[in-house]
């Protein structure tokens, strides 16, 4: 068969015939097959949302068990192993295995819809990164399956992690886990990257993508440069503790101190990569709500990628009480205080959008607009902890626990609340139910502060962060009580919002194209999309095209109901990274089984190396390289076909 | 500020008012960062709901609103936080210069070693005659500073008392020098605040100010040698491979050093009281009051606790 390597595809309008041909090219097969071997942006995204909601679920139960420990002095509830292996399984289960990937998942599954594009640049990449978060995962639960949880805390410090102070497989598992996992959000970021960079609708220059893209990408990239810094520290320490490297044995001229920097290098700009999107995703939902465009695209688009560059450079606000020189500790803390203002300008920027539009208060619009009073106060409590002295008392008490939780909940798990009500009909044809939405909204909100603001004044009182029980003279008790009660509440708030997922995928009401008159282009095609997502592909006039006619009388128009049709086989547009205009045709993958073997090939390298089992060990190598060899094969039908040039 | 009483509180951890010259600036910078964010907050909160409940000029409930309007809320939002983050920067240089180091030559040098799960606590001189070792309660003159020199004996902890200062780390393999300074006798709790294993919870510590003369008179005490009474020979045969007794066999170095024991308030790194029930009772059986304590369990006969007991309190 010949492959024809210049093509010029004919612009055409979407017709029965052409998507009856699209489905048989781009459906997923059919059963259990199907369902391992899938390539389908929208499959794997809604995956890694169950998936993430699952861990979520999890660490919300040990931190559950533990509030009961604390809500009252000198209780016994709990063990002090019991209860470090609790808060150390919560803070690793929920900065790891819930925020970062959650967001991962609506991002996969909205990316292609709101570039305008068929699938993410590389689908089976994209299957990789779901199966290998989803096996690390469980390598990072098996050891709290059988009482051998990690339990040194999520940040790890040496020398406390390290063999001399902590025997037992508990960290080694917790180092293979995280070096897999951190494989699984590296090919992850890199995806985005490409399609980014390659994937969007003819004419939706980087000036008309949504915020969302933005918060994503710069996620992404930052995540391809933090990364390695922690895989490289938790296999040093993997080394340290059983080859017999001396990477942080200060007795063999290691460092302790080395540990931390790696850590927060990589730490703190994770930090701001499981918040960006999800702030990107308030800047696109909120405006729907408030009936205008977001105040201020291009300086939030900047303030974004500014937050990302500044975030590189605070890492050592973590450290302040470790002895640094007064001239750094100067220098990390002006970066620390400055780095509130592109904070700053988002803020804002969704003030004026609410104030200069006409708000409608649904159920993801309660959840978008608290979120900024919550980013307010998670935000002023951080630029408290950047001033040093302040932070000397501040630091490993309470008060950072309530800033760390107002800003992971208040900025991830609320817009990711309010982003479920809002592209739930997209993924499912079905609206959730709003009567319910209000009580599930009001719930988590009261339950979110009475359980975490009263963490502040704990925090102020002196109450140190990782301590099982504390005194009866502390003065710490009622203050517990109320932050357990407020918690309970909390978790009550968020079993409602599943019971409205449940709910609505039961009986929601239909929810047709687009039932928030909404102006991106994933609210073009049909709910939930067909595998193809578009069947003809859109042309972008500007940032709103499905607004256009009304916010604009004159002037160029987006095309969604005519386009560019690829139908020889899968394929998928390529653009120009700047202006998106079309260069090439992408010849997109179907099913596979490669990139779940692959995974499963490394989680077999990872156990062997767990178990200090050589030939375990070796037999992954040998399917590590199998599995790759398996996927760079060559095959015909993935020969990219470059556009012909135009006349 | 710093004339409200600890004991208002009833938290004796709080650093919201502090005890001495040297916390006093941090004090007053906390309140003003804390002030200046609640006043962010109840602005950022009233404009919020201002634009939520603002009232609106009826209209189709799906009508959109011009592109336009908004941005004087960015030049003026962000301009007006500009000032403020500045001004805190600037603040929280000085309050640093301010507190980096005493004004006068510390005479007083403790070297304080964290270990799993208590303080070892060393007073330096370049006499070794006058050095001495004590655990879990520190001594201090008023009225001047004392330099801390903070090591990490096994793993990291942290030191802080915040009524006198911020936290220190006591990190192995480096020494991280800070200094405190009481402006009044009293006594004070402190904690390890870097998590450091299972009894984190439970690795407290005291100081206690006196005047000059009070710890001068201490300090010589500290440096007498205790009198040997009987039970010394229990102790030395089950307890001398880790506790010392100046003076005696016993001169373990793995627990504290136990010569004035009877001098203290606390037990088990301050979190248990010094009395002979208690006493008793951490030593019959120390891991139910302090679970995974390095302290084991002992053998010994009900004559031999009874002679023990009796001399841990002769240890004055």
Known sequence: MT???????VAAADTPALRKKLDTLWETSPGFYGWLATVDHKQIGIRYIITAFLFLIAGGVEALIFRLQLSWSNLHLLTPEQYDQLFTMHGMTMIFLYAG????????YLWPLLLGARDMA????????????LFAGIVLYSGFAFGFGPDAGWFNYVPLAARAYNDGPNIDLYALGMILLGISTTVGAINFVVTFLRMRAPGMSI??????????????????FAIPAVSLAFFLLWLDRNVGTHFFDVGAGGSALLWQHLFWMFGHPWVYAIVLPAMGMVSDGLPVFCRRPLVGYTVVAVATVATMVLGFGVWVHHMFATGLPGVSLSFFSAASIIIALPSAVGVFAWLATIWTGRPQFTTPFLFFASFIILFTIGGVSGYMTGSVPVDWQLTDTYFVVAHLHYVLIGINVFPVVGAAYFWFPKMTGRLMDERLGRWNFWTMFAGFNIGFFPMHISGLLGMPRRIYTYGDGMGWNWVNLVTTAGSFLFAIGVLIFFWNV????????PAGDNPWDAPTLEWATSSPPPPYNFAVLPTVASRHPLWEDRLQAVGERSVTAKGLVLDKGREALGTTPLDAAPNIILKMPGDTLVPLCLALAMTVLTAGLALMNIIMAALGVILIAAAILAWLWPQAVLGETAEAPHA | MAAFSTRAFAAPLQYLTGASARAEPVVWLTWGVLLISVGVIVIIAGLLLGALLRRRAAAEPRALMPDKGGYSWLWIGVGLSTLALLFTVVWTVVVLAKIQAPATHPRVIIEITGRQWWWQVRYLS???????????????????PIRLKLVGGDVIHSFWVPQLAGKMDAIPGQINETWIEASNPGDWTGQCTEYCGVQHAKMLLRVVAETP???AAWRAHQLAKPQVAAGHAVFESHCGNCHAVRGTAADGSFGPDL???MQRHTLASASLPNDPVTLAHWIADPQSLKPGTRMPQVALTGGERGSLIAYLESLN
């Open chain 2, 259 to 261: 010569s004035h024991l």
């Open chain 2, 213 to 215: 003369s009070g710890f």
């Open chain 1, 207 to 224: 000036d008309r993508v949504p915020i969302l893209i933005w918060g994503t990408l710069t996620a992404s990239a930052a995540n391809i």
């Open chain 1, 101 to 108: 990937p959650v967001l991962s998942g609506f991002s996969n």
């Open chain 1, 122 to 133: 590389l689908p089976r990449l994209n299957a990789l990164s779901y199966w290998i978060y």
């Open chain 1, 3 to 9: 492959t024809a390597y210049e093509r010029r595809p």
């Open chain 2, 126 to 144: 370049t006499d070794p005659r006058q050095q001495f070792d004590t655990a879990n309660e520190i001594h201090i003159p008023v009225g001047q």
């Open chain 1, 502 to 509: 449940f709910v609505g995928l039961k009986r929601g009401k």
